[in-house]
């Protein structure tokens, strides 16, 4: 039997918030509930939000890490024109569910408010699709993106990679992958919460275990999905768990949240401090009383609303005219 | 979180919202948020902007579904606002058309934790509901006497109550008045069953002793310690009457007085093996079955033993060793119980997820 480690206290408005996300998100994610989950966690309709934005969308396809197709879309602001800053998002979902939409009201704003065009990913799925088809299919999809700019009318030198959760992971290993293969440049790398560490064995993950959004045994589901047998060993990769890199030199300018009462707090805070120790560029929130992803789960809390708000303004900086 | 509740019922049309709604607003109140935040969470809820006016101090305040703050006057047309007023407090929901499903049970919880947040009297208002008295300790048997029958049941019968966390995974709810009742540990959901009620699959979920109507609030005590002794996947329900008098006593005990069985009990949860193998020995009849329930060999359960017993300073297979021990493994796994940290999980009745096996993996 666990033993009940003491964890940071929930903020109430989060904690009243999981009164109604614990109905279609679990917190214990096991293998037997991946099915559960592409059901529950799976987008709404969008539809009528892109046009409420003034948003256009452009389903595309592009060659994955394979060669294989695989689905992306492109969403550009109508109300801004010529060549725009690009943003390529991978979205949230544990790296076994969710899709290109899922989690994608937060990255919007960059597009209505900063004319950004978002390149959003249907990367494929674990554990069908383990390692390294996600990450590969996230980097084609960079390189797909770079190839197409003169199309896509955006500004090769402003290309900026986002991803919330297992996308934040996924996110910061194109960053290093990127660098690593001489690929395109990147300007920015926001990790929101990211999932950075197969090896699962730091604090908070022991704090939060059976409650909140996404819990210890949730995450090593999502890495032995992602990993299988090779979970935890040295042949893991570190553009599938970046907090393997040892390197951290040259990375673009960093943007990373995560909340105090989540197991992602420690890997958050160490990939940051590491990218300062390596002499980078990083800017770490820590959300106190925030649990996995509240921000989608629920905007309308005090503590939502604020990393939004720090969130888009770092973006702005970077991306805006 | 409109959008999230929407969700629940296309998974599970069986689900509560109105549990859920009300839970919410529970944790809310406990916490002691502001207005804005209750109104932004009424708004969340609802899908549309709620409001708040007060007349004195006079103070309005409109927020949307985002949590912004919105400036001016509600809309005039009145037949968008659907208003719940009480002691110079209006609290709406501006809604453009027909009400939602479950606007009138927002409206009532927001006015009633506005009412809260801006000091009008916390406790009396709070009309308590007919199960809360049926379970309360303080109430006096009449007054639970008089709950039962508001509620339907016999004087004479014999009941049980099942207690789940918001967030308990149903397979399927057994039929019975039910609301959500604070607890020193959270909020519970409470439901009523018949002494001999239809086999029903809730994880975690622990079900009373049998009582009459007017004693229910001792089975309400005991559910509440079956709930949190539960341990899911390996034990997600657990019956009072399993541990018969010893759930009893245990549910009038203070849990946090000094113990000092259950204090060296904890000293031996440190060790990795420490708890399965009290969990083997309290079942057992002897070192050999102990041994064969944990899959060990016996000379390695031995050692294991001889640790319990030097650290206990009693052995476990003499005397009331055996008793002294188990009183406190319960009292242990009690103390240290995460069931109702915060509501745990709850899927939908119609993916088999209760008691899910943990993944192959270490």
Redesign the interface.
């Known amino acids: ?4 480690v003491p964890h940071p206290p ?4 989060l ?10 998100f ?3 994610i ?4 991946i ?2 989950m592409r ?2 966690y799976a987008s ?1 309709p969008m539809d009528e939000e892109f046009d409420r934005r003034r948003i256009a969308v452009n389903d595309v396809t592009f060659p994955g890490g394979d060669g294989a197709a695989v689905n992306a879309a492109v969403l550009r602001s109508r109300d801004f024109s010529g060549p725009r800053p690009a943003v390529l998002y991978a979205h949230s979902g544990g790296l076994m569910f969710g899709d290109m939409f899922s989690g994608l009201d937060l990255v919007l704003d960059w597009v209505t408010e900063l004319g950004a065009v978002l390149v959003t990913v249907d990367y494929r799925l674990a554990p069908e699709y383990p390692d390294p088809y996600p990450r590969e299919d996230m980097y084609a999809a960079l390189e797909w993106l770079a190839a197409h700019v003169t199309d896509l009318d955006v500004r090769a030198d402003r290309i900026l990679v986002a991803g919330a959760s297992s996308g934040g992971g996924l996110a910061a290993g194109l960053a290093l992958a990127a660098r690593d293969r001489g690929g395109p440049r990147l300007c920015g790398q926001v990790l929101d919460y990211p999932m950075l560490d197969d090896r699962c064995m730091t604090a908070s993950i022991e704090q939060f ?4 959004v996404w819990d210890r ?1 949730s995450n ?2 999502g890495w ?1 999905a992602l990993l299988g047998e090779q ?2 060993t040295d042949l893991v990769s570190p553009y599938a768990a970046p907090a393997r890199a040892q390197n951290l030199r040259g990375l673009p300018p960093a943007f990373i949240d995560v909340g105090a009462a989540e197991i992602f707090r420690d890997e958050a805070i160490d990939y940051a401090n590491r990218i300062w120790q390596a002499g980078g560029d990083a800017e770490l929130h820590v959300w106190s009383g925030a649990f996995h992803a509240c921000d989608i ?6 503590v ?2 604020s990393m939004i708000r720090t969130r888009n303004t770092w973006v702005e900086k970077i991306l805006a005219d | 979180m409109q959008e999230l509740l929407g969700r629940i019922a296309r998974l599970d049309p069986s689900a509560s919202l109105g549990l859920r709604v009300i839970a919410c607003f529970d944790e809310l109140i406990v916490g002691n948020v502001n207005t804005r935040a209750l109104l932004a969470t009424a708004a969340a809820l609802a899908g549309c902007t709620a409001g708040f006016r007060q007349s004195v101090p006079p103070r309005t305040l409109r927020v949307t579904p985002k949590g912004e703050a919105v400036q001016g006057e509600s809309p005039t047309d009145p037949s968008n606002l659907h208003v719940a007023s009480e002691d110079g407090i209006d609290v709406w929901l501006e809604r453009d058309g027909a009400a939602g499903p479950n606007d009138a049970l927002i409206l009532e919880r927001l006015a009633l934790a506005v009412r809260i947040r801006n000091g009008r009297g916390a406790r009396e208002i709070d009309n308590r509901r007919h199960l809360g008295i049926l379970t309360g300790r303080e109430s006096t048997p009449d007054e639970r006497l008089t709950a039962a029958s508001a509620l339907g049941l016999s004087a004479t019968g014999m009941y049980r109550l099942v207690v789940a966390p918001l967030f308990a995974v149903w397979r399927n709810h057994p039929a019975g008045p039910e609301d959500v009742i604070a607890t020193p540990f959270g909020p519970v959901h409470a439901i009523v069953v018949p002494e001999r009620y239809p086999p029903f699959g809730a994880s975690p979920c622990g079900i009373g002793t049998a009582t009459p109507p007017d004693s229910l609030d001792r089975s309400f005590r005991t559910a509440m310690v079956a709930l949190r002794l539960c341990r899911a996947p390996k034990e997600p329900q657990v019956v009072a009457d399993s541990y018969g008098g010893l759930i009893e006593l245990l549910a009038d005990a203070d849990e946090h007085a000094p113990h000092s069985d259950a204090d060296r009990v904890e000293a031996i949860a440190h060790y990795a093996w420490g708890m399965e193998t009290i969990d083997a020995v309290v079942a057992a009849q002897s070192v050999r079955e102990a041994a064969r329930l944990l899959n060990i060999h016996h000379s390695t359960l031995q050692s294991r033993i001889d640790t319990i017993t030097a650290t206990l300073g009693f052995n476990p297979f003499e005397g009331f060793g055996r008793s002294r021990l188990g009183a406190a493994f319960l009292l242990h796994r009690l103390r240290t119980s995460t069931v109702l940290d915060l509501p745990a999980a709850a899927a939908p009745g119609n993916v088999a997820v209760l008691g899910p096996a943990r993944p192959a993996t270490v």
């Open positions: 039997m666990a033993r009940a929930f903020d109430a408005e904690k009243a918030g999981l009164a109604v996300v614990g109905g279609m679990p917190p214990t096991t293998a037997d509930l099915e559960f059901t529950s709404p275990d059976g409650i909140g045994i090593e589901t032995t979970r935890g789960f629920a905007p309308h809390t005090s939502g609303r």
